[in-house]
């Protein structure tokens, strides 16, 4: 991520040069031809203080942006482990409940009930029911 970081500071640093380049060469065009130069409150113009300046200022709201993405990322990266984990569970979960649909010969619904009622009595996490119902299966 730093690497990434470091191009795309070097990038805009070396658009912004070009573009200060172009507007100093078009200031110096204009006053060889007697054209009235740019001012320097039009941007196009600036000291070598005000291009560090500048360079700070777009360092530092290149990197607030980076760290913003990064943070959004991050969010959604764990958002998208908690929904796989979620999915990972209802598969464990349905796989369990279609063995006792077989194996009892019940609807949906009551083997959804007795294993939910089982995951009660246990007081455990209705996917650990899941879970050892499917491993007592495969045996």
Sequence with gaps: MKALEDQLVEALHQSCREALERAH?????SVTTG???????????????????MARHFDRSLLELVQAQNSRLQQL?????????????????ERAKGLLMAQQ???????YRL???????QSQP??????AMIELADR
């Design 35 to 53: 054209a009235e130069p740019m001012s320097p409150s039009a941007g196009t113009h600036t000291t070598p203080s005000a291009e560090q300046a």
């Design 105 to 111: 010969h019940i609807d949906e619904d009551s083997a």
């Design 25 to 29: 060469q078009r200031n110096i065009d």
């Design 115 to 121: 294993m939910r009622k089982t995951a009660m009595d």
């Design 126 to 131: 209705l996917v650990a029911v899941a879970r």
């Design 77 to 93: 990266s764990d958002e998208l482990a908690d929904t796989r984990k979620t999915l990972r569970e209802r598969k464990l979960i």
